[in-house]
């Protein structure tokens, strides 16, 4: 565990960067510190292997103090990625990513092996080896800095913005390989970012920081988005707070209608008995029972429904698997405001309106509410549990 | 054909002697300023106040003439080449100072944070990392550096036989021979296109790493990519 005990960093110009800070950091998993700009974030990661030293107070690595040993023994087992990638320009791919290694006195072969292990493990594919960085994109070579900073198998990964040059959607993909790396090889990240979407996203426990280098409050993502410490957290979480809150309800519990559901060929009977009006409309699905899209029962002719009379049914959610905040969505982007729900091979496997998912949602608060009241610790810890859900979740989308 | 490079004898050197007598004095005193420089550019670098002083002083330098450092040398070390080289070794410090200042600062931050994070010291740092990748920028200094020495070593006539290519210029406009002048200046140009073109190529040795579009003209490259 790494334990950061009130400790104070003041420059030479004297700024305080960091002002009596004190974290414990729980070993093998992602402790996020997020905040605004200046607060303090890449000083504080930075203590943690001495690249700053800290003014004031201790940290120590598994109960010994970080200052009694040698400075590069201590950086060497932490891995450090930061934006951009920092490669170095000279030097192939593989030559990067074995770099540690090699410094650690590895023989060449067996440094390069691993470099190559360590490629396909951060999705990289092993043509790349002989490239220098200049011929990757910024994805890449995120990936390579990854990959580096794991090589020699630390047991602590410092991460300051490592995502935040990229674009949106080549950062969803780190963040999930990163999450999915995480389960695979449990190392104690400490992640920094100011984008508190991938601090809720990929954080274990979130510390979150405000100008001044104070800690306004570290707390589990879901209890961070339920109970704000204060009014800059409050903020600093964003309007949608509410929304994304949901993120962390599991769809499982949702009542779907399976009556409004006809195949491709229904008979005129079939079609006559679904329309039972649970809802005013039928979804057809295809013969493999996926969804195709919405139709109102009059309009459907028995042996002739064809797909361009339908009303799209826009993208479904997986029951069960992914959150409530994916089914509102699906309902709330749907024409006929029903979501729809499908299983793991994208077969209907219900459909549901934006009515029952707004009482589902006043259920799941209602039950928060009265887990809070008998035990508020409790609450915290049945949070970090639904959050592998959450991410899952996440991840599918 | 044999007539064409015959010298005159007090020049003590045949023309091949003489060229290559010129490479050595031309090419040693950068060598000398690159030895001197690197450190003194790494201090500059660490020491910010440093520089400004430092770059004043050698332009102070570069701009007494020659001739003086002769007036004051030949005392010391006599008629000699290193009499013409030690003054050439000086000059050659205005080029490669800030040419190598420049270029080790301009390794980025993240690069060297990422070392420094990765427990590089700073001496294993500045040899792997910094020196590297600040060398196309420190070859590009040595080849202003060269070109400019080579076309100084001429100044050496004003102290006898040193001049080399210099003094067969001199003598051709003593005994009027314009083949000797000729010889004299397109065996400079030839030199100094041939030390920069070799500068070149030991760039592009050293640096398979650049990115093609600064490097698209080299011949070499083009060899490669035929080959394959
Ligand atoms: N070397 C330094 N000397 C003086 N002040 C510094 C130094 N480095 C950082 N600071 C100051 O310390 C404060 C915290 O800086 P830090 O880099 O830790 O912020 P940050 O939270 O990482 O911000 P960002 O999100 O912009 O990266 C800032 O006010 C900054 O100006
Ligand atoms: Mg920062």
């Keep these: ?397 | 054909m044999s007539e064409l490079f015959d010298m005159p004898s007090d020049l003590q050197h045949s023309y091949l002697g003489l060229v290559m007598l010129h490479l050595r004095e031309a090419l040693l005193p950068v060598l000398f300023g690159l030895l001197v420089a690197l450190p003194l550019a790494q201090l500059c670098v660490r020491l910010r106040w440093l520089y400004p002083p430092v770059l004043w002083i050698t332009t102070v330098l570069y701009a007494i003439p020659s001739l003086a450092f002769f007036v004051i040398l030949i005392d010391y070390t006599g008629q000699s080449e290193l009499t013409v080289m030690i003054p050439l070794g000086v000059y050659s410090l205005v080029v490669l100072v800030p040419a190598i200042v420049d270029a080790v600062r301009s390794v980025p931050q993240e690069t060297l944070a990422a070392a420094t994070a990765m427990g590089f010291g700073p001496v294993r740092r500045y040899v792997q990392v910094q020196l590297p990748i600040a060398a196309p920028a420190i070859i590009a200094g040595l080849r202003v550096a060269s070109v400019s020495s080579i076309s100084l070593v001429s100044v050496g006539m004003l102290i006898g036989n040193q001049g080399a290519l210099g003094n067969l210029l001199n003598s051709g406009m003593i005994y009027n021979q314009e083949r000797l002048i000729w010889l004299s200046v397109v065996g400079t140009a030839v030199l100094a296109i041939l030390v920069d073109a070799a500068l070149i190529g030991v760039r592009i040795l050293l640096t398979p790493w650049m990115p093609r579009g600064t490097r698209k003209n080299t011949p070499t490259l083009t060899a490669k990519a035929a080959a394959r």
């Design chain 1, 1 to 397: 565990m790494i334990r950061i005990d009130s400790v104070t960093k003041r420059y030479p110009d004297g700024t305080v960067a960091v002002d009596r800070l004190s974290l414990e950091i729980p070993d093998r998993s992602i402790t996020v510190l997020v905040g605004p700009s200046g607060c303090g974030k890449t000083t504080t990661l930075r203590m943690i292997n001495r690249m700053v030293e800290p003014t004031e107070g201790t940290i120590t690595l598994d109960g010994v103090d970080i200052m009694k040993q040698p400075v590069n023994t201590l950086r060497r087992s932490m891995g450090y990625v930061i934006q951009n990638a920092g490669l170095f320009q000279h030097r192939t791919i593989i030559d990067n990513i074995a770099t540690v290694p090699r410094m650690l006195g590895w023989g060449k072969d067996k440094a390069r092996a691993r470099a190559g292990e360590l490629m396909e493990r951060v999705g990289l594919d092993s043509a790349l080896a002989k490239r220098y960085p200049y011929q990757l994109s910024g994805g890449q070579q995120q990936r390579v800095g990854v990959a580096r900073a794991l090589a020699a198998d630390p047991p602590v990964l410092l991460m300051d913005e490592p995502f935040s040059a990229v674009d949106p959607i080549v950062r969803k993909g780190l963040q999930d390989e990163l999450l999915r790396i995480q389960e695979e090889l449990g190392k104690t990240i400490v992640f920094v970012t100011h984008d508190i979407d991938e601090a809720v996203k990929l954080g274990t426990m979130v510390a979150v920081m405000r100008t001044g280098g104070h800690l306004a409050q570290f707390a589990p993502p879901a209890e961070l988005l339920t109970d704000p410490a204060d009014a800059f957290v409050e903020d600093f979480l964003g309007a949608d707070r509410g929304i994304r809150r949901l993120s962390f309800f599991p769809s499982a519990g949702l009542e779907l209608l399976t009556a409004p559901i006809v195949a491709v060929d229904a008979t005129a009977e079939q079609i006559a008995a679904r329309a039972t009006g649970d809802a005013p409309y039928l979804l057809v699905t295809d013969l493999d029972g996926k969804p195709l899209g919405w139709a109102e029962p009059g309009e459907l002719t028995a042996g002739e429904i064809r797909q361009d009379q339908l009303l799209a049914c826009g993208r479904p959610f997986v029951a069960g698997k992914e959150s409530l905040r994916a089914a509102l969505d699906c309902a709330v982007l749907s024409p006929t405001g029903w979501a729809v729900a499908v299983d793991g091979e994208g077969r209907a496997a219900g459909v549901v309106s934006q009515q029952t998912i707004g009482e589902a949602i006043r259920g799941a608060h209602a039950e928060r509410r009265a887990d809070g009241k008998t035990d508020g610790k409790k609450d915290s810890r049945d949070s970090k549990g639904s959050k592998k859900d959450g991410t899952t979740e996440k991840a599918a989308r």
